[in-house]
């Protein structure tokens, strides 16, 4: 036990836990509500990773399982007036159906063929969107949501520790309502992939065929992984439109958005759930710090807001090409390397 908590991953986990839970007491609200969407990105990367990082069955259109889920959330709450829990709940079980409806083509399809699937179905989904504005929003998605919990006036606890007004109290409910489910869904990630169940995944990425050879059902193993991938995705997603933000194409469903969500799991190191969680909530940052900066690039002259698309995916490719494995890897390998050289320095004493 000792061992386990000084060991450094343990150690930086405790410390990193510690500052997300005091963060509405170390940042302004506006970056406070900003973290709360980053660790929804973080979900996002983790429920990714799940399937593709442990599988290896690439899914280059992660975005349709936030999407259904969002959406869902939101037409059920808007058009029919259900309570924010249920729709939350509907727009989980909807992805987690269409988990299931996209992992039934994985037990026949593999490789470019499977990712050509899961990249057509959000494509699809968003004109869809665009074809019904007057249900679906069009591109500017939909407004005036229940909120997930009402804060219509002050809370005494709140108010005493100094937040001022129920903007700033919202802001800090909802950012806890977005770290619990961030913590509630990478323990369960993190469990479910140190069991039996990700020793098959595992398996099954390095050679399926191996694993059928043995007897063991990969099929049903692969369908579980896309199913259960929709279901957290989806929660998400559902939860994610009744906190923070409102569902609209270019927040949960376009493209880009899966392009961002395979990028954060390559560069936090597939297999992991760490690093991709990690990774979720720094690519936020650098992403808005690059759009809003005003600084002009030298010799060039040109705004870095204006160009910051390219900077931000060049920045990415020379992470990537120095750190193959990703980040998490990286960093692992650095201090398995570290404390090796500390015990040889402490056998000669001892």
């Not at 973080?42 to 799940?50: E, I, N, V």
């Not at 959330?73 to 409806?101: D, E, K, M, Q, R």
């Not at 990537?320 to 500390?342: C, H, I, N, Q, Y």
């Amino acid at each position: 036990m000792t061992h386990r908590v000084s060991n450094p991953r343990y150690l930086v986990g405790i410390v990193c836990l510690i500052v997300l839970a005091s963060a509405p007491l170390l940042l302004d609200v506006l970056t406070l509500r900003q973290l709360s969407s980053a660790l929804f990105l973080g979900m996002f990367a983790m429920s990714w990773d799940y399937v593709s990082g442990y599988t290896g069955q690439l899914s280059f259109g992660h975005s349709m399982f936030f999407g259904i889920g969002g959406y869902t959330a939101a037409v059920l709450n808007l058009n029919f007036g259900y309570s924010p829990v249920l729709t939350i709940l509907a727009g989980t079980v909807a992805a987690g159906i269409a988990g299931l409806l996209v992992g039934v083509p994985a037990l026949r399809l593999r490789g470019p063929y499977l990712a050509l699937i899961t990249l057509i179905v959000p494509l699809v989904l968003v004109q869809i969107v665009n074809i019904f504005p007057d249900t679906l929003g069009g591109e500017g998605g939909l407004q005036g949501l229940d909120p997930l919990i009402a804060v219509d006036e002050p809370i005494g606890i709140l108010s005493a520790i100094g937040f001022e007004g129920t903007f700033e109290h919202r802001v800090v409910v909802y950012y806890y309502v977005a770290l619990a489910l961030f913590l509630a869904i990478y323990a369960l990630f993190y469990v479910f992939t140190r069991s039996y169940v990700g020793s098959i995944f595992t398996a099954i990425r390095e050679d399926e065929d191996a694993v059928r050879a043995v007897g063991v059902n990969a099929a049903k193993f692969k369908v579980f992984a896309f199913t259960m991938s929709g279901v957290i995705g989806g929660l998400a997603g559902a939860t994610l439109v009744h906190t923070v933000s409102n569902p609209a194409p270019g927040q949960i469903l376009e493209l880009f958005v899966s392009v961002e969500v395979v990028l954060i799991g390559f560069l936090g190191g597939m297999g992991t759930i760490t690093g991709p969680a990690a990774a979720g909530i720094v690519w936020y940052f650098v992403k808005d710090a690059l759009q809003t900066s005003n600084a002009a690039i030298p010799i060039l002259g040109t705004p870095i807001g204006e160009i910051w698309q390219v900077l931000f995916f060049f920045v990415a490719l020379l992470v990537l090409f120095a750190l193959p494995k990703g980040v998490l890897p990286w960093l692992s390998d650095l201090s398995r390397t570290v404390m090796e050289r500390r015990e040889q320095r402490a056998e000669p004493a001892s």
